[in-house]
C-alpha cells in the first residue's frame, strides 16, 4: 500500500500559477496528477517515472511542469498560465510500472476564475 497526501489547491486568476505537491508514504516507480472536471472524465495530466521519463497530456504542454524530488518520494506539479478550462479536482496517483492503475490521492480542488 501507498499512501499520498496532496497540497496546494486553490482558487486563482485566469492567467496565475499554482503548485501542487504530492508525498507519499514510500518510493514508487511513477508519480503523476490526474485531473477530473466538472461533468468530464479523469484525464491524465503529466507523469514522472523517477528515471526522468515524462508523459504530459497534450493540453497542458508548455504550461505545466512535473517534478519529483526522489529522497522525499514527492512529485510537484507546477502550474503556468492557467485558464478556466484547467477547473478540476487534480488527484496525485503512484505507481509501480507506466501500465497499471496504481493508487490515488484524495484530489485537491483548483479552480481558475477571475
Known amino acids: 500500500q501507498v499512501q499520498l497526501v496532496e497540497s496546494g489547491g486553490g482558487l486563482v486568476q485566469p492567467g496565475g500559477s499554482l503548485r501542487l505537491s504530492c508525498a507519499a508514504s514510500?518510493?514508487?516507480?511513477?508519480m503523476g496528477w490526474y485531473r477530473q472536471g466538472p461533468g468530464k472524465q479523469r484525464e491524465l495530466v503529466a507523469r514522472?517515472?523517477?528515471?526522468?521519463?515524462?508523459s504530459y497530456a497534450d493540453s497542458v504542454k508548455g504550461r505545466f511542469t512535473i517534478s519529483r524530488d526522489n529522497a522525499k518520494n514527492t512529485v510537484y506539479l507546477q502550474m503556468n498560465s492557467l485558464k478556466p478550462e484547467d477547473t478540476a479536482v487534480y488527484f496525485c496517483?503512484?505507481?509501480?510500472?507506466?501500465?497499471?492503475?496504481?493508487?490515488w490521492g484524495q484530489g485537491t480542488q483548483v479552480t481558475v476564475s477571475s
Open positions: 496517483n503512484a505507481a509501480s510500472t507506466w501500465a497499471v492503475p496504481g493508487y
Open positions: 514510500r518510493s514508487i516507480y511513477v
Open positions: 514522472l517515472s523517477s528515471g526522468g521519463s515524462t
